[in-house]
């Protein structure tokens, strides 16, 4: 447990539900429930969940935003409720719910939060965070004139700045175009491997979460419902999809679809089809027999995001 650099134990947290008073009466909404899970050194866990499934509360209760109802949140060995501020100068994290003040410039913010946290070299450290994030033409810029993407790298500038040893990620590339999405990404991986950074990153990007982690945690209705490999998760998924552009007989594909409730959805000339990866030859043989022609085939096997789609319909 040495290279433990996070312990979450039997984190829960209750929120007052209708029905509640003062007294202490009522009903609770569980946002939270009794999860537990770790992030070691160095490693990128990605923590996934549909709307709702308790992704954001779990990590306000990371940073000590909100008190969890009962467990532990422990950095390096230590109580964050005990050991807060000596935690705290070693995590850091980005959302875009976070607002800087409109009329500070970039570069006033940068200095104001470097200042959070006992940063040796501060302008020497400010000035390499805005190299690394492209900020040179926006220091002078006040925060208010900023674009969505431009608060974004902002955001992620000021995660990075003290240096920490845990990062706490929620949509780390939002409103980010791709090119700058793979800087971003690729920042991150070279934070990993320089400074041996733990991440923990939230995503609605199941292609960016593959590419990133090295684990994925889901949680759902406030429960942990896996914590796997990105790639054994998909392979829980036994459904494949199909794509043809038909050019002859797609009376006949459509039919043969119905007769085998096979789901399939219509786009012009094109039929995607979902079914078993081991139907999959059967099926091909079958388009022959039966003579129906198709200019194109794209065969998509189970990934992380048909995990996700599944788990999100989990009740």
């Not at 134990?9 to 537990?36: C, E, H, M």
């Not at 000590?64 to 935690?87: M, N, Q, W």
């Amino acid at each position: 447990m040495s290279n433990v650099i996070l312990e979450v134990k039997n984190l829960t947290k209750q929120f007052p539900a209708k029905g509640w008073s003062s007294s202490g009466r009522g009903n609770y909404f569980t946002a939270v429930d009794d999860i537990s899970f770790t992030v070691k050194s160095g490693e990128i866990v990605g923590f996934l969940g549909p709307n709702g499934a308790g992704k954001t509360t779990t990590m306000q209760m990371l940073l000590g935003v909100l008190t969890p109802t009962s467990g532990i949140v422990a950095y390096f060995g230590k109580d964050l409720h005990k050991h807060r501020e000596e935690v705290l100068e070693q995590v850091n994290f980005s959302t875009t719910y976070t607002q800087f003040p409109w009329r500070l410039t970039v570069a006033e913010c940068l200095t104001f939060i470097s200042y959070l946290y006992d940063i040796p070299n501060r302008k020497e450290r400010i000035n390499r965070i805005v190299e690394s994030f492209r900020l040179e033409k926006l220091l002078k810029k006040e925060i208010a004139n900023l674009s969505a993407g431009q608060k974004t790298r902002v955001n992620l500038a000021k995660a990075f700045i003290n240096y920490p040893k845990v990062l706490l990620l929620d949509e780390p590339t939002a409103s980010l175009d791709p090119e700058v999405a793979l800087h971003v990404r690729n920042i991150i991986e070279e934070q990993r491997k320089t400074y041996d950074v733990s991440v923990l990153i939230t995503s609605h990007n199941m292609a960016e979460i593959e590419e990133l982690c090295d684990r994925v945690i889901f949680i759902n209705n406030g429960k942990i419902i896996a914590d796997d490999l990105p790639q054994n998760l998909a392979k829980k998924i036994a459904v494949s999809h199909i794509e043809l552009l038909v050019s002859e007989n797609m009376e006949k594909l459509i039919e043969y679809c119905e007769k085998q409730k096979l789901s399939y959805s219509l786009k012009g000339k094109y039929i995607r089809i979902d079914m078993q990866e081991k139907e999959l030859s059967d099926f091909l043989q079958k388009l022959s027999r039966e003579q129906i022609v198709f200019d194109e085939i794209s065969i998509d096997k189970p990934s992380l995001e048909d995990y996700f789609f599944s788990i999100a319909k989990v009740k």
